[in-house]
């Protein structure tokens, strides 16, 4: 059994993450297109076993590998991910199927805080401050983060500031002493690449198109 779970553990882990958003989204029509708020609430309890299950994979892997390795490392992310950014994209989701159940029902599900974040996100110039905010605190973190693995790992005797300068470190994957902090620096540096493109695409490439729209009526 545990061979089995090794070999097919990137298997049995994306299937996890399939239930887990099918489950959110099953949560979310069943209790605004139905109406069934008990109901909903087991594929709600489903999602949280299937982000359990992810974690137990993790610990397994680790257990019988007895190393940090790329497939927990990219698990926490996906799990840190759900429990931070994941929850405002599920608040985003919840407003969009409330919306368009409403609409499709003839009822307002939205509440008065729902409309207001809606119109909020409608507007190009909001938008890009939250993103340039979230960004901000990213970026933070990562200098913070790296600040740490550079004194506790450092790989020559220099200065911080040369090394995180030198933007040979980012297509490096042997930065560090330690293996696992290198496949963390590696994953990460991905992540943190992608969001600072999306981020600032709101800002350097702003939609105001829905702006222009509501001036000329």
Do not use: C
């Not at 429990?83 to 409403?102: A, E, Q, S």
Request: glycine share 4%; net charge neutral.
């Amino acid at each position: 059994m545990k061979e089995l779970i090794i070999a097919y553990q990137w298997e049995l882990f994306i299937f996890a993450e399939i239930v887990s958003w099918l489950s959110l989204v099953l949560f979310l029509v069943i209790r605004y297109a139905f109406q069934r708020f008990s109901i909903s609430i087991l594929f709600l309890m489903l999602f949280l076993g299937a982000t359990v299950f992810e974690l137990v994979l993790a610990i397994f892997d680790y257990q019988e590998t007895g190393e940090i390795a790329t497939f927990q490392m990219i698990i926490f992310i996906f799990v840190l991910y759900a429990f931070t950014f994941g929850i405002g994209d599920f608040r985003k989701m919840d407003r969009y199927l409330k919306d368009k159940i409403g609409k499709y029902r003839g009822q307002n599900l939205l509440t008065e805080k729902d409309e207001r974040i809606i119109k909020q996100n409608k507007d190009p110039d909001y938008l890009a401050q939250k993103y340039r905010r979230t960004w901000l605190v990213h970026a933070i973190l990562f200098v913070i983060v790296h600040l740490l693995f550079w004194i506790f790992y450092r790989p020559l005797d220099e200065s911080f500031l040369p090394f995180f300068t030198d933007l040979s470190w980012i297509k490096d994957s042997e930065v560090f002493r330690e293996p696992f902090v290198n496949q963390i620096n590696a994953v990460w540096k991905i992540v943190f690449i992608i969001d600072t493109i999306w981020s600032w695409s709101y800002t350097l490439f702003p939609d105001k198109s829905g702006q222009s729209k509501k001036k000329g009526e």
